[in-house]
């Protein structure tokens, strides 16, 4: 059992076992509005279309979270504008809009002479994490996790029924584009741990193993939160000890958890519901539904 906890002898895993679990409890909150929303594709969309704004932001000598954050935030606005004028469906533009972006973006990194490696902006690179980034991580990704948990009740109404949203006078589009802009922050806060590819399913498992245990959204967000930030340790951890790449190896950790919650979950798992069906008292639409409280 000593040997198992053998990483934590060393700065750099502690480092990367602290920036690990707040990025997992940020994204995991967040994820929790997204499968509300139904935007799971609009954070794949986001992140990889920050590539392009990386890339940009390096040539110009901008910091590279800012540019990452202006590209992810113009994806899910031009997304937005497509799809208010003209006939296609939100998923259509998304597809178009982020593969467009991102590979807009591969051109210009195999254009632009740099020191960046690729790899480390795919997959991340948590284990490598310097000073300043790890200051920044924390700051930021603290600051994403406040203002998501301050602001829960307004966004859960904008996401779970924005008809009474208006009903109530409450800014819907600003609050739809601030959701939007945390988002996007999530991501590039996101970036230096599991990368572009691995981050969407950090803001989409966590939230879809909740969703298997719980109709009450508050219970909802601290499942989620317990779920990713224990994978997240336990991946890292893995990832030690068979070295192997930390990010894939905490996405394996969550979706190993997530096949086990869609068997086993006390609410809605696969033998719950079998066992329901049974007995004939398998639960409506209406009462597994999401609830505020």
């Keep these: 059992m000593s040997s198992f906890f053998e990483p934590l002898e060393f700065a750099f895993m502690r480092d990367a076992l602290l920036v690990g679990g707040l990025v997992a409890a940020m994204c995991a909150v967040l994820s929790c509005f997204l499968i509300l929303r139904g935007w799971s594709l609009m954070g794949d969309a ?26 992810g935030l113009f994806c899910a606005v031009s997304t937005g504008f497509i799809q208010h004028n003209s006939r296609l469906k939100e998923d259509t533009v998304m597809g178009v809009v982020f593969t467009g972006l991102f590979a807009f973006g591969l051109v210009l990194f195999s254009r632009t002479p740099s020191e960046m490696h690729l790899d480390h902006i795919l997959v991340g690179n948590i284990l490598g994490i310097s000073k300043s980034q790890f200051v920044q991580t924390l700051w930021m990704g603290a600051g994403v996790l406040a203002v ?18 208006r009903v109530l006078a409450m800014p819907a589009r600003v609050l739809n584009y601030l959701l939007l802009s945390l988002l996007s922050l999530a991501i590039v806060v996101s970036l230096q741990t599991v990368g572009i590819i691995l981050v969407i399913a950090m803001l989409v498992t966590p939230g879809s193993i909740a969703h298997l245990w719980t109709d009450r959204f508050d219970r909802m967000i601290g499942i989620a939160v ?6 997240t340790l336990a991946g ?20 190993l958890v997530f096949l086990a919650s869609l068997l086993f979950a006390p609410k809605h798992g ?17 009462e597994s539904g999401v609830s505020g409280h």
């Design 148 to 165: 998501t948990l301050v602001l829960r009740r307004d966004l859960l109404l904008i996401c779970f029924d924005p008809g009474q949203a």
């Design 236 to 255: 890292i951890f893995v990832s030690y000890h068979i070295d192997g790449s930390p990010g894939a190896c905490i996405v394996l950790v969550q979706a």
């Design 270 to 286: 696969i033998f719950k519901r079998s066992a329901a069906e049974a007995d004939g008292h398998l639960p409506s639409s209406q």
């Design 46 to 71: 986001i992140s990889h279309a920050v590539l392009p704004g990386i890339v940009i932001a390096y040539i110009i000598g901008w910091p590279l979270a800012v540019g990452a954050f202006i590209a």
């Design 226 to 231: 317990v779920a990713a930030v224990l994978s």
